[in-house]
């Protein structure tokens, strides 16, 4: 038996895969983990190649912690195979209690064999305690410089233990000094927050455990040297039957290494993000009149160093001005996938057909072909009206385009000031010629 453990009470949920190998005869299943929260509204599940779309239940499981309930939903559907073979599942989107979430690409085998599929974790039987015992699980043996691979960390105990063992209260602490030791000074890290502890049930050489993952972070080398991941305590406490007491129970993993591969010969090679990477793009027409701004998407999906993403900005021509793009960014705690966008307003300038892959491109090493690959726009668009600006022209709508080139050294001629200098003057010469003719005629005058 074992506690759960909560970290803390904002609502966390999980997009899982019930089973990466099935029969043809069993059902695939998609579960949307839902806790701590009273809604489960969960848009459609995706339509999948190969399957057919199944029931759709509703389950709120009852646990709690400390004397109060946990809330917790999962919303499960269903999908049965029509036939064998591998199915690729594209990340997909689900709106959940009317936020996003993107799924993890997946890899489905249908198979007809009867044959029982063994679990793939790496576990210590030896060090077994109490039918109990700790496992470091590493998705990969090797990567290449700057492709991520993932840690976690996960305690074990059958569902046949008789013995009651509970997380200690120093949980967290214990997990901050295992980041500590397990992070590789050659490696970038992101870790994931796990805010609860809940056991989920596996199968592993025909025995059936609860499974309770409380470590996980993903780590990046910056360099050739290989990983070396050392081996971890973790203390458990446990009820001791003959006296009722609490004991402190020691579990250890097993240590590894992940092997670092330096990527191939390229002009980009200390530039490019090592990774799986797709590309989504969204348009908000595809036929425009020039002079008139419309908004297009370049939208990077995958695995990989997010941060290091960085796409150069087109420059301005005769044909189209870029504004700067808006960048964002989102990471889905606990999940493989992510996703960077960049947002741009362009402005057409001359009439004709344009492929978008002109401007919108992106260089990466693919660690799935082995090989530098190309993101690249496949939009075509439409530009109809009259050129707006000289195709040699500056076309900047900047109010101080061109300020630099101006000549300072010619003077100008304020013809205003002039005409009005000029109208001063003969008002001048008006009131001279009067006060003249006056005293002239007064003169005059006197003579008489």
């Keep these: 038996m074992i506690s759960n453990f909560a970290f803390g009470q904002d609502e966390e949920v999980k997009i899982e895969f019930s089973k990466k190998n099935i029969l043809l005869e069993e059902n695939l299943t998609i579960n949307v983990r839902i806790k701590n929260s009273d809604k489960w509204n969960v848009s459609a599940f995706p339509t999948i190649q190969g399957f057919t779309k199944g029931t759709k239940q509703i389950a709120h499981p009852k646990n709690s912690f400390g004397g109060q309930r946990i809330l917790s939903h999962i919303i499960s559907q269903n999908y049965t195979p029509t036939k064998e073979g591998n199915f690729k599942i594209s990340p997909f989107e689900l709106t959940i209690n009317g936020k996003e979430y993107l799924s993890e690409a997946s890899t489905i085998m249908v198979t007809a064999s009867k044959e029982e599929i063994e679990s793939q974790e790496t576990i210590s039987p030896e060090n077994a305690k109490n039918n109990a015992f700790l496992a470091m699980n ?119 290494t992940v092997k670092v591969l330096d990527l191939p010969e390229h002009p980009l090679k200390d530039k490019v993000t090592a990774g799986n990477f797709s590309l989504v793009e969204q348009i908000e ?109 500056d076309t900047s709508e900047d109010v101080f385009a061109g300020i630099d080139k101006l000549d300072t050294s010619i003077a100008e001629t304020n013809y205003q000031e002039v005409i009005k200098n000029i109208s001063n003057l003969l008002i001048l010469c008006m009131l001279m010629g009067s006060l003249y003719l006056f005293n002239w005629g007064k003169k005059k005058g006197k003579d008489a």
């Design 285 to 393: 027409t595809r036929k425009i009149n020039t002079g008139k701004s419309f908004k297009y998407i370049f939208k990077i999906v995958g695995e990989g160093n997010f941060s290091t993403i960085n796409i150069a900005p087109p420059t301005d021509d005769s044909f189209f001005d870029f504004y700067p793009p808006d960048v964002r960014e989102k990471h889905f705690n606990g999940q493989t996938n992510k996703q960077k966008e960049f947002r741009y307003r362009i402005v057409p300038k001359d009439s004709g057909q344009y492929q978008l892959e002109k401007y919108f491109y992106w260089i990466f090493f693919n660690t799935k072909k082995d090989q530098y690959d190309t993101l690249k726009s496949a939009i075509k668009i439409k530009v109809l009206g009259k050129t707006i600006a000289d195709k040699n022209a």
């Design 138 to 256: 590493v998705d990969k043996s090797s990567v290449y410089v700057g492709e991520g691979f993932r840690v976690s960390l996960a305690f074990y105990v059958s569902e046949n233990n008789t013995t009651q063992i509970d997380f200690p209260d120093d949980l967290n602490t214990q997990v901050d000094a295992i980041a500590k030791k397990i992070k590789s000074p050659d490696c970038l890290e992101e870790r994931a927050t796990i805010t609860n502890l809940t056991g989920l049930s596996v199968t592993i050489n025909n025995k059936k455990y609860l499974v309770y993952k409380f470590f996980e972070a993903l780590y990046f080398p910056l360099n050739n040297k290989p990983i070396n991941i050392p081996a971890v305590d973790f203390k458990m406490t446990q009820i001791n039957k003959k006296n009722a007491q609490k004991e402190t129970v020691i579990f250890t993993n097993k240590a590894t």
